[in-house]
């Protein structure tokens, strides 16, 4: 059974301090996404990496891909209040399924 | 436009009562999923459609769940004999075949069983 693991579970941190967020697994995904998620609303697709070693930035957010294809990293610089949420990496198994791993949830303090 | 939604919002029912869950999504997207998401954890994966054809059901889906997505548009789950375990966010998310890798997400319906 594929699973994603994701650490730390929860992190609360004052406004402009920097972060990363990881996450793991023992198997190889052809693709890995990362969401954020805000209570009572769907999750929200940031960004999408399918090659190992490959790094995304999206403004102060920056996603990595191991080499191996088996984790990912998402770290964040700054981080501001609107960041508050909940992180989900994803995972596709298969040809159609998606392996979701347990969140991260973050507390930004002003 | 404006994306995925799902009716209800909310539901509560009472243990043994059926529910049925639809969702609509975004124009012209031919895959649909449906996930189902407890307080706390990630979203777990139910079942995938291709257009109207239903491709893939996790072992999570028993016999109590059905769903289905006649004319490959409006997609519905359907849990008979509600239980107290299915409390929870069920999710659905569309998306186009060439780029698969991107889910869109609808709001959820939260499913409460008394």
């Known amino acids: 059974t594929q699973l994603l693991e994701q650490s730390p579970q929860f992190l609360s941190i004052q406004e402009g301090e920097n972060l990363t967020v990881y996450c793991n697994s023992s198997?190889?995904?052809?693709?890995l996404q990362w969401y954020r998620q805000e209570p009572g609303e769907g999750p929200v697709l940031l960004v999408t990496?399918?090659?190992?070693?490959e790094v995304k930035k999206l403004k102060r957010l920056t996603f990595q891909f191991g080499d191996a294809r088996k984790d990912s990293s998402l770290h964040i610089t700054a981080a501001q209040t609107g960041d508050t949420g909940l992180y989900l990496c994803a995972g596709r198994s298969g040809t159609y399924k998606y392996i979701f791993g347990t969140g991260t949830r973050l507390k930004v303090l002003a | 436009d404006t994306g995925v939604s799902q009716d209800p919002r909310h539901k509560i029912t009472k243990r043994g009562q059926n529910v049925t869950f639809r969702c609509d999504p975004i124009?012209?997207?031919?895959?649909l999923y449906w996930y189902r998401q407890t307080l706390g954890q990630g979203p777990e994966f139910l079942t995938y459609?291709?257009?109207?054809?239903?491709?893939?059901k996790s072992r999570l889906l028993s016999d109590r769940f059905s769903a289905e997505r006649p004319k490959g548009s409006f997609s519905t789950l359907e849990i008979q004999r509600t239980e107290q375990g299915d409390s929870a966010m069920y999710l659905c998310?569309?998306?186009?075949?060439?780029?698969?890798?991107?889910?869109?997400f609808g709001p959820g319906t939260r499913l409460t069983v008394l």
């Open positions: 998310a569309s998306s186009l075949f060439r780029h698969h890798n991107e889910q869109f």
């Open positions: 198997s190889v995904f052809s693709s």
């Open positions: 459609f291709q257009n109207e054809a239903q491709l893939e």
């Open positions: 990496v399918v090659t190992g070693g």
């Open positions: 124009s012209e997207h031919n895959r």
